[in-house]
């Protein structure tokens, strides 16, 4: 069967659901109806038309999750050109460089990005257009300055009757065509801008509305960077396409930010990455449950139940009590945090996806999830382990679909590498396959580290304990010189310091972890010992710890 354009599924809503709130900030007025997010796509049209931007030219994009740049990236789409999104966590120098390489026109950018940049250092653009406001920062030429001046009564005479239900019609026939370059590294080395075609981006849209089921009234939090991939199609453009009102959160999603957020919108889904959900989880769960007292009554039959619909409840009323998808993806989860949900009974599920699929490659229903799992595949993407016995030996996870990306854009070494010869794409993932289908991570294959009698060490297995243990906020564990050490950040709180019973370092409560968890560890994985690090570890905007800086 066909894929159906996600832009036909925006089209058909933006005219039933008119007069509806479509778009909307927290933290600033600015808000659209669905008929104002058409009226503001037109008149961006108008602004291309005028400036001369053509069909598959790009236009970058560069800022935080807000409004105005759901509606340009919208707008781009809908006019036929091609979405550079860039991260605005990026320096000037590396935007400068995305920017070149990408060959954009034209530069929209935030509040947060404006100062980091040097128009000069990207004489490729005609333009740089501030996103809060859509005014225009820098000309290349007076040429561009009065074309840009020339947009209000350009508008004015296409339209004077304003826009109509009737002017929305956005090109439906373009699904080969390049839809988006998403830069995810490379601003330094060879950039890695994912090329996603309009395909991949409404495979993904069309099976959200096969499995998330949604209702007009719904509401949702953008609090994941929509300039990546899942934030992207799940938090924006499947809440857009469907009808729901999506409210940006466009300051830092601190945990207090985010709670306030939840219960002002009241969500009925979270789209959230591991470090945000076991930070909630280890500071309003687990001083309770981890009393002596509590850890059996945990397990007593029935009164077990009254004690897990509470905590159930607290969480909820955390998210907004209107929960009815609580979908994590983006690294491993921890696996006690894991167990708690389950135990609570909580509409959760984790899934697998990677930029390059748009993001998704597995998913199941919170229903039907199966513990420890990251779901079934994709009928639009089809999964295959490289290995002699893909349900019981973790080999590399590899993808196929209409959900796969065409390659990076002008780096055919790294495309090259990435597919295997009979046309399956390489994620880089090591797991297996149940008999039911459903796909188990054991981690990245880059990471692993080999043991001495050529054992497969997974170190995301071992800080998923140690990152359990008392005062340990996060953990990397690295091998040094055939040893495995762990590199910890302490919990520097007043809550942490009291762990230390009078001892003036974490070092000796490290040791008594490490002791502890060498228990738990086959002799072939056990820590040599821990170091301790001043800073909490460097991480990737989906918050994942940028591994490759520790050794």
Request: hydrophobic share 40%; aromatic share 10%.
């Amino acid at each position: 069967m066909a894929t159906k354009h996600y832009l036909a599924y925006l089209q058909d809503t933006i005219k039933r659901r008119w007069d509806a709130p479509a778009l909307a900030d927290l933290d600033n007025p600015t808000k659209y109806s669905y008929g104002e997010l058409a009226a503001q796509i037109a008149r961006l049209h108008v602004t291309f038309e005028a400036l001369g931007i053509k069909k598959g030219d790009k236009v970058a994009l560069c800022g935080r999750n807000c409004s105005n740049w759901g509606v340009t990236f919208l707008a781009i789409e809908a006019y036929g050109a091609v979405v550079v999104s860039i991260l605005p966590d990026f320096t000037g120098e590396g935007i400068h460089n995305l920017v070149n390489h990408s060959e954009a026109t034209l530069l929209y950018v935030g509040p947060n990005v404006r100062n980091k940049i040097k128009p000069e250092e990207m004489p490729a653009l005609k333009g740089v257009v501030f996103m809060d406001d859509f005014s225009l920062y820098h000309a290349a030429n007076e040429d561009v300055k009065v074309a840009y001046a020339s947009v209000d009564s350009l508008f004015a005479n296409k339209y004077p009757n304003g826009v109509t239900r009737e002017d929305v019609n956005y090109p439906t026939d373009n699904l080969k065509e390049l839809a988006i370059i998403n830069y995810t590294s490379g601003t330094t080395s060879a950039p890695k801008g994912v090329m996603l075609t309009q395909e991949n981006m409404s495979g993904n849209i069309e099976f959200a509305f096969d499995q998330i089921k949604r209702t007009d009234n719904d509401k949702v939090v953008s609090m994941l960077p929509i300039a990546h991939a899942f934030g992207l199609a799940f938090e924006f453009l499947y809440q857009v396409c469907s009808g729901s009102s999506t409210y940006f959160l466009t300051k830092a999603p601190t945990p207090s930010a985010l709670m306030k957020a939840f219960a002002q919108v009241h969500p009925y889904m979270i789209l959230t990455v591991p470090l945000v959900i076991e930070k909630i989880i280890k500071k309003k769960v687990f001083p309770v449950i981890h009393k002596p007292v509590m850890k059996v009554l945990w397990h007593t039959p029935i009164i077990k139940n009254v004690i897990r619909k509470k905590v159930h409840d607290s969480l909820m009323a955390a998210f907004g009590n209107e929960l009815r998808y609580l979908i994590i993806g983006g690294a491993a989860l921890n696996k006690e945090v894991e167990q708690v949900l389950k135990d609570v009974n909580l509409c959760y599920c984790v899934g697998c996806g990677m930029t390059e699929c748009g993001p998704l490659i597995s998913y199941s229903p919170w229903q039907s999830f199966v513990f420890h799992s990251c779901g079934r595949e994709l009928p639009q993407c089809h999964i295959r382990i490289d290995s002699d016995d893909p349900q019981h030996k973790e080999g590399e996870v590899q993808v196929k679909g209409v959900n796969v990306m065409k390659g990076y854009y002008k780096n055919e070494e790294a495309t090259k590498a990435v597919f295997t010869e009979d046309g399956w794409m390489r994620t880089g993932d090591l797991g297996v396959l149940d008999a039911a289908g459903n796909l188990f991570l054991r981690g990245r294959s880059k990471n692993m580290i080999l043991g001495p009698s050529g054992q497969n060490i997974y170190p995301e297995e071992i800080e998923d304990k140690l990152n359990n243990m008392p005062g340990v906020v996060e953990s990397v564990v690295v091998e040094r010189e055939g040893k495995l050490v762990a590199l910890v950040f302490p919990d520097n709180t007043p809550e942490g310091h009291k762990l230390l019973n009078g001892e003036p370092t974490f070092a000796k409560l490290m040791e008594e972890n490490r002791k502890l968890l060498n228990k738990e560890l086959p002799q072939y994985s056990q820590i040599a010992y821990v170091e301790l690090v001043a800073n909490e570890f460097e991480k990737t905007p989906k918050r994942s710890i940028k591994r490759f800086m520790y050794k």
